[in-house]
């Protein structure tokens, strides 16, 4: 049952206490917030809303436009509470919904904006509808809501096709009746505890719709969709016809992801969202084949913005990044959509711990590096995405240049990949691992009682506490890069970049009055100085009209 606020639900003029800037979201910074690892408040050694709530100004100080949340609903949390077993609710562990409700409120208050995740590829097995699925038995309705199916083989011992689950191993389970024999199956891309929704059947359209105008009454301002590019499978589920599946995402369409009937569920979405004030976005996470397949999730009647996955994938290299720069405001500026900018998630190796490794390791590795070459790749990388036209993700702790735990022992590790064989590779807790707000103390800040994954010793020198203040800090950085950008006219928002003459391996581009150099080499480059430094991610020279720009440095010009 979902818990109801004892207090009317913040109504939607709500999001009149935050600055109604036309079109806000086409130059946004938007800070993901990973609920159970940022900030907790009651000392269970696990973050929550109220922690979330608390440390808002530090974000609105930061200079952050919009807060992302992963997910708070109620959930067994199998996956993280990627597993929803109740959307209308918020996980006790996390709090309640009046804590969510002061939250949208507070954020508001402070100019900030609140992003929610949503999750409509597949709900928990511990939802009403799959429990009742489960109770009522093969040809029930509730079934229909589901992907149930007979199993092949002459007692229906095989999975129904041989799609594999992105977490490993079949993606089909099957179930037990209630009279005990072996039953039909049911089809879940992740875990088995995340059984995926039949979006042909009417009655899942009619519960989203309706679980949208729920949080959107009470206020926040846009859902990140989780597995935008899923729901809709193919017709009759077919075959794929070959092993090893996970190696052909992101090069093919699938016939279980970006199919294209996805898109008329997000037209509908759209008529809901524009019916309410204060500009409302939807973020699609959606991987694709390419770009220019994601730039038909933000045409003009669907979504906002779709996070850009390939450059999240790019090297450190200045070729590699001018290719997908260009393929990327080349395939938004038909549909009139933003580029998105990400180089970290909750899902991936922080990026500065992948610069810190040779390339081509992917973006789930378990290699430290080399740190000190991390950190200096991860702040011009940092620099580069914030000049770039467009919208920009953070994510959380990597203002601190925080890297990835990549040595946490084997018995704490929770990410249900990790257990299951030739999935993903199971890593994801090492980005997961809760921030550092103090030098000392308790989880260094995070909580009065420990927390839920342990903190590497020294986490405390990188620390919100040890880095404010500190010239020439990762978080100062990040304070000033905003700052800059926001008071700088020729960034943020636009749908292009002239490139300029450079040396190999440095990329150099001009945007009205602004110069950004990133030299991605080994070795220092000589640049003209275009002008009067804004911001350099590392210590620059100059003399006589020229620069020195040291390797894996960013340097912002303005020549106005």
């Not at 992801?257 to 939807?282: C, K, M, N, P, T």
Request: charged content about 25%.
């Amino acid at each position: 049952m979902s818990q109801q606020p004892s207090a009317a639900p913040a109504p939607t003029s709500a999001v009149a206490t935050v600055s109604e800037r036309h079109d806000w979201w086409r130059d946004a910074v938007i800070y993901q917030v990973y609920p159970r690892s940022f900030a907790d408040s009651n000392g269970d050694g696990m973050g929550d809303l109220e922690g979330v709530r608390t440390r808002l100004p530090y974000l609105r100080d930061l200079g952050v436009d919009a807060v992302w949340l992963s997910p708070f609903y109620a959930s067994p949390q199998a996956d993280a509470g990627y597993d929803v077993a109740d959307y209308r609710a918020v996980d006790p562990m996390f709090g309640t919904l009046l804590d969510a409700d002061a939250l949208i409120r507070d954020a508001h208050a402070l100019g900030l904006r609140i992003i929610v995740d949503l999750v409509p590829n597949h709900s928990s097995d511990q939802y009403e509808w799959f429990r009742r699925a489960l109770a009522e038995g093969p040809g029930s309705p509730s079934r229909d809501r589901y992907h149930f199916r007979p199993g092949k083989g002459k007692n229906g011992e095989l999975p129904p096709n041989d799609w594999e689950s992105i977490f490993g191993g079949p993606a089909w389970t099957r179930v037990t009746e209630q009279d005990g024999t072996p039953g039909e199956w049911y089809l879940h891309l992740f875990a088995p505890e995340q059984p995926d929704f039949n979006w042909e059947h009417p009655a899942v359209g009619d519960e989203f719709r309706s679980i949208l105008r729920f949080w959107l009454d009470m206020g926040v301002d846009g859902f990140r969709i989780d597995v935008a590019h899923g729901m809709v499978k193919a017709e009759g589920l077919p075959d794929l016809g070959s092993h090893e599946q996970l190696k052909l995402l992101g090069n093919d369409v699938m016939p279980f992801f970006d199919q294209d009937g996805v898109h008329a569920i997000y037209r509908q979405w759209r008529l809901i969202l524009d019916e309410y004030s204060g500009e409302r976005i939807f973020v699609a996470e959606a991987w694709t084949p390419t770009v220019e397949r994601t730039a038909k999730y933000v045409r003009p009647d669907e979504l906002h913005q779709a996070f850009n996955f390939q450059y999240l994938g790019t090297h450190w290299d200045a070729e590699e990044l001018r290719t997908v720069i260009d393929r990327t405001l080349d395939a938004m500026r038909p549909v009139g959509a933003p580029a998105t900018w990400v180089l970290s998630n909750h899902d991936v190796t922080r990026h500065a711990t992948r610069f810190a490794n040779p390339a081509g390791l992917g973006t789930q590795i378990r290699l430290a590096g080399d740190r000190a070459l991390g950190l200096r790749r991860a702040r011009a990388a940092t620099l580069l995405m914030l000049a770039l036209p467009g919208s920009a993700y953070v994510y959380q702790g990597e203002e601190l240049g925080l890297p990835d735990v990549v040595d946490l022992p084997d018995e704490v590790r929770q990410d249900p990949a990790y257990f299951r064989g030739a999935g993903q590779d199971g890593f994801r807790d090492g980005c997961r691992v809760p921030i550092p707000w103090t030098r000392e103390g308790s989880s260094y800040g995070f909580g009065d009682g420990g927390s839920w994954l342990p903190q590497p010793a020294g986490w405390g020198e990188l620390s919100v506490e040890a880095q404010t203040g500190e010239p020439g800090s990762t978080l100062e950085l990040y304070r000033e890069a905003l700052a800059v950008r926001r008071a700088t006219a020729d960034l943020g928002a636009g749908d292009a970049v002239e490139w300029l003459r450079a040396p190999e391996g440095v990329v150099a581009f001009r945007r009205g009055e602004f110069v950004c150099v990133a030299n991605t080499t080994g070795e220092s480059v000589a640049m003209p100085a275009y002008g009067r430094v804004l911001l350099a991610s590392g210590e620059i020279t100059e003399a006589a009209g020229e620069a020195k720009v040291p390797s894996d440095t960013t340097v912002w010009w303005t020549r106005a």
